[in-house]
């Protein structure tokens, strides 16, 4: 797309977007926190008079006998579970239709999902195509669905997508593994419970990858142009807690207070991402998962120093700030000073988690065809602060390959 009317397009329709998050169609959820709060969310369902249960979570929690509890929990309600176990990363239309036949086979009243972004993904397309009686390949898009989904609710084991209070869902096509967008702002859960027993297991790299995907979302929320006060608040608080809490996770998982922060971060920078959007880091992240299967946060993570030192001009003001929360400002710094010291600090903070400073897959050849599809859904769907051109794009994925960084 050329670049003017791309830009264009971008100001019209991040304009649009930023209307509709403003209206109060998207609600936060009735929060559970702490040790074993994953049973009070099950008292919370039973209070709301469902009979039936629909349980979306991966064959791994499920062996480990982390779902029994919550399973039994149900029954001494009576309410009947019925288990979808079959979640794996990147949900294909497939693997969701066939939830979706289980969930109507056993007349479930509503979904809960156990597991990560991709088991919460899951239930809420399901969950939004049971009450439009449409099919997930027919929801893909912004705002496809006419009634509300059924009752969704969420215990999240990982702390990164912040997906049970975001209003989008990300499915893969079974053949080409493309991402498809479902989006619309009443699919968030109702109630969720961050309780970090589940988190405990998660090895130092998935644990720093999640936490990277986590703040990269309250960054790109917080440096884009559709912030709020509200979502400002929320991004600020993610970045201060990941910032603290990260390493200590990594080093030591069983570490419940860090454990908890991690989770509470990653649903504020969910609550802000939600409403205030992404930018060049997910445009870039998305085609470099698509293309070499890179996971979802280390994607991420290499990224975020690099887009944001690109986009440091545009953004002094907020960075400093952003410098000052953490701590990281020395006396007399002037506003450039800290935001150069805050780009320094995110390259920093990447080699301290134990994320690489370059992409072993990445090709030189395959430059072209990743730079065209980013910049395209950075112009359809982030309210980025510095626009990128081709050109620039390419200069930046430079610096990511393995021999610039040797
Ligand atoms: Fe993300």
Redesign the pocket.
Known sequence: MNHFFGKLLNYVWMFCLKVTASLPLIKEPNLFEGENSSLDLVDDIAGQNHKSVLIVTGAGLVRRGQVQPIVDRFEKHNISVTIFDRVEPDPTFSITNEALDLLLENQCECVLAIGGGSAMDLAKVIALSVSNKKRPEKLTGYFKALRKPLPFYAVPTTAG?GSEVTVISVLSDNQTKSKSFVIDPRTASLSTALDPTFMVTIPPALTAATGM?AL??AIEAYVGRNGSAYTDEQAMEAIRLICKYLPTAVADGSNIEARSALALASYKAGLAFTKASLGYV?AISHQLGAKYGVA?GLG?AILLPHVIKYSAPSIENKLATIAKAIGIDQANDDTQQLAKRMVEFLFDFNKEVGIPNHLAELKEQDFPGIVKDAMSEAYFNYPVPRFMQEQQCNQLLQQLLPSAAA
């Open positions: 997508t995907d990269t979302h997910h979802h991420n």
